[in-house]
């Protein structure tokens, strides 16, 4: 089985990163003979924007040649999926959002209406907001969808120390296709 983990954060010392790195450390646990693959935007990953030049639209995949070429092949393979994203004014940090806009190539594939794979949602946040990150959830839900996944569960890390996150980490019971 192929999973992913995507940190949605470019904070290489932040708790999206250490959070990203003990949930592979926990899916190494207890599938050592998975293949498992990161993507962090914290390892000076640069993705450009979608410019909607409608280019997926043709079926010949995204004109833009950059990092995002990788995480596409990382997608199509994986059999499960789990995102840590920070929380910024209720949704995605930008760098995260260009990412996300970028699933726009799979709009216009088939995925949308195959057998959903399954996604877990980590939100990180220092906590503060009175709306939350519900618009967050919402951003995740529908780019994942076009792409081929479910948001099976999301887990609330707001105003968690990283202490409490290697805690979550290491007690987590993924959702993300088990066997």
């Known amino acids: 089985m192929n999973r992913l983990v995507v940190c949605g954060s470019i904070r290489p010392e932040g708790k999206s990163a250490f959070l ?14 998975d293949e498992l693959q990161l993507f962090s935007l914290a390892d000076d990953i640069d993705v450009d924007p979608c410019i909607a030049c409608d280019y997926c639209k043709l079926g010949e995949g995204c004109i833009i040649e950059d990092p995002m070429q990788d995480l596409y092949g990382m997608l199509d393979e994986a059999d499960s999926l789990a995102i840590v994203s920070p929380i910024y004014f209720a949704g995605p940090p ?14 216009w594939t088939d995925l949308r209406t195959r057998p959903k794979r399954p996604a877990e949602l980590f939100a990180i946040g220092d906590g503060g907001d009175p709306h939350g990150f519900e618009p967050l959830v919402g951003i995740i839900r529908s780019s994942l969808a076009v792409a081929g996944f479910h948001v099976e569960a999301v887990h609330d890390c707001v105003d968690r120390s990283p202490e409490q996150l290697q805690v979550l980490a ?10």
């Open 94 to 107: 930008a760098q995260f959002k260009a990412v996300l806009d970028r699933l726009q190539r799979y709009f």
């Open 170 to 179: 290491a007690s987590w019971e993924p959702k993300l296709g088990g066997r």
């Open 20 to 33: 990203a790195s003990a949930l592979v450390e926990r899916l190494h646990e207890l599938y050592p003979d």
